[in-house]
């Protein structure tokens, strides 16, 4: 049985990678299990100054799912560099994602030309859709243009691979998609959260201090597997799938939805053992299903017409 | 940090809202008074967060508030349930800097938090004082098992249905030599304004993770940005900006 699958032509060993903002710099987990077993992880979402982020409650509860308002909070692109990655390097040996996250064109450049030089990132996830900051991420992915012009300056700076992560709270997800791609994109990653909200009827306010939030978990899954499928059919980059996968079916379908990888985010915060679970299940939940080899289901319920895509 | 199964021994009410659950499981990642454990509640998505009350041998107490869905849940489950734990988590208090004769101020649902480190302290040779401040005279607990222990224990209410009438700022005028407290926020910032000797303050905030990976806990402290979850739940006096 192979789980391998390769991402903007790095191997993976598998598709199993946790979401940024769920995993920390893998530090709390390593501490846990040994985090090789996952294919990659996308590291804490990462801006040129360090961030304290939104005021609490920063967490709410939903049925299937959570809401967070954290604000991008990191401590800077030099602390991260100097600090965290070394640390990280102890315990983990494969290419990371690096969260690029910036509040004008120049700083996603900054950040992603540092990280770009560090040996330990093998992609630059270019964050344009946390809807959590004012006047930041939601303003560049909400459309094309914008979404297109990060990508287009990222690209022109760095070597590495360059993964932008769309944000689902668009009409038209897969136009998106496709400027990305245009100005250069070698991958997409999707979804992030979903705009959300919840009230405390007692307090009559609502739950989060930031008023709203983003919405993750479970609930989610079916909205982010949708996405996946419109967005394979309008691109040829490579995609990672995430949004509430919490077992190795979900992968599956995430998979045959058209994902190359599979992010795992609030999963980890429920049962920090979630994605080492996903990734010891899938063999056998392969085998259930009739599949030797994974990469050979990529966008598999796509029938009729499609695209050739690239890898 | 370690995550295993435990066994629901007893779930006793202890008033109309907090009901006290002992469990029986793998407890030897929990190693100071004042951590806590992340429940796996059945129906709820996230986790959620008590004290330890007490851990002796492979048996843990926590005394759980019902507020919500996930705790009205927890306070009806039979004995015998099979819970998910993550265990060991958080700093907790330390003994460091108690002097003599420390004051121990728990207030609602924080007051089962203190018993531990009462137990600890008291082994440790000192003279404690526990102040437990509630609403009203339904709403106490836990003063006999504190009693019961050997420490001095002052009851507080807010409208004098019982002990003395009064808040938690009251009981710092009892001698003492340090303070450690666990209650409501409200509570806490008051006492950090007025105490200027050493003090240890356990808080409360929503949580993602509960273990440092999601930054959902994060507050301001002098020192910067902190995690309830991990660089607390007990921060020293002075430290939080309130
Ligand atoms: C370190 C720590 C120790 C705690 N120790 C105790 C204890 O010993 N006994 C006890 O009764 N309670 C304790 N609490 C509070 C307890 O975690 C909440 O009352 C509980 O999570 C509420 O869950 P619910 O589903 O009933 O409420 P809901 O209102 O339905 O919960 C919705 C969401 O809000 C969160 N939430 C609600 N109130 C609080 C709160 N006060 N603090 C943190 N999260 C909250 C829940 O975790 C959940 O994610 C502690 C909290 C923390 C952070
Ligand atoms: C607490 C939390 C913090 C997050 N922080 C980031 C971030 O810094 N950068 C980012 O691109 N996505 C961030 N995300 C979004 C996740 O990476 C992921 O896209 C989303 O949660 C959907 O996956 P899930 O349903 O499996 O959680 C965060 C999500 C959560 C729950
Ligand atoms: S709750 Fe996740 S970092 Fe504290």
Known sequence: MNTNVTLCGIPLDNPVIPASGTFGYGLEFAALYDINCLGSFACKGTTEAPRFGNPGPRIAESAAGMLNSVGLQNPGIDAVLAHELPALAKVFHKPILANVCGFSIDEYVRVAEKFDASPQVGWLEVNVSCPNVHGGGMGFGAAPESAAAVTAAVKRAVKKPVIVKLTPNVTDIAAIARACEDAGADGLSLINTLLAMRIDPAARRPVLANGTGGLSGPAVFPVALRMVWQVYEAVRIPIIGMGGVSCAADVIEMLLAGATAVGVGAANLRDPCAARDIVAALPETMARYGIETLSDIIGGAHHGERRHHRM | ?242
């Not at chain 2, 429940?39 to 009350?53: A, N």
Request: overall charge positive.
């Open chain 2, 1 to 242: 940090m370690k995550q295993t199964p435990f066994t629901l021994l007893e779930n006793t009410p202890l008033t109309a809202e907090v009901h006290q659950l002992r469990l029986r499981g793998d407890c030897a990642a929990v190693t100071a008074p004042g951590q806590f454990v992340q429940v796996l509640v059945p129906g709820q998505f996230l986790r959620r967060p008590f004290s330890v009350c007490d851990r002796s041998g492979d048996t843990l107490t926590l005394c759980v508030r019902r507020v919500g869905r996930g705790t009205e849940t927890l306070c009806s489950l039979p004995a015998g349930a099979t819970l998910d734990l993550l265990t060991g988590l958080g700093n907790g208090f330390t003994l460091d800097h108690a002097g003599g004769a420390p004051l121990l101020i728990g207030g609602g649902s924080g007051v089962g938090a203190l018993y531990g480190l009462c137990r600890a302290l008291l082994a440790a040779g000192k003279s404690v004082t526990a102040a437990l401040c509630f609403r009203s005279a339904e709403q106490i607990y836990y003063v006999n098992q504190l009693k019961a222990l050997g420490a001095a224990v002052r009851v507080y209410t807010e409208d004098g249905g019982a002990g003395t009438r009064g808040r938690a700022t009251d009981a710092l005028a009892l001698p003492h030599s340090s303070l450690y407290a666990c209650g409501p926020v409200a509570m806490l910032a008051a006492l950090d304004g007025l105490e200027s000797g050493p003090a240890q303050l356990s808080l409360e905030a929503r949580m993602g993770c509960g273990f440092g990976a999601c930054m959902g806990c994060t507050i301001e402290t002098a020192a910067g940005a902190r995690r309830v979850c991990r660089d607390g739940p007990v921060f020293p006096g002075k430290a939080v900006v309130w």
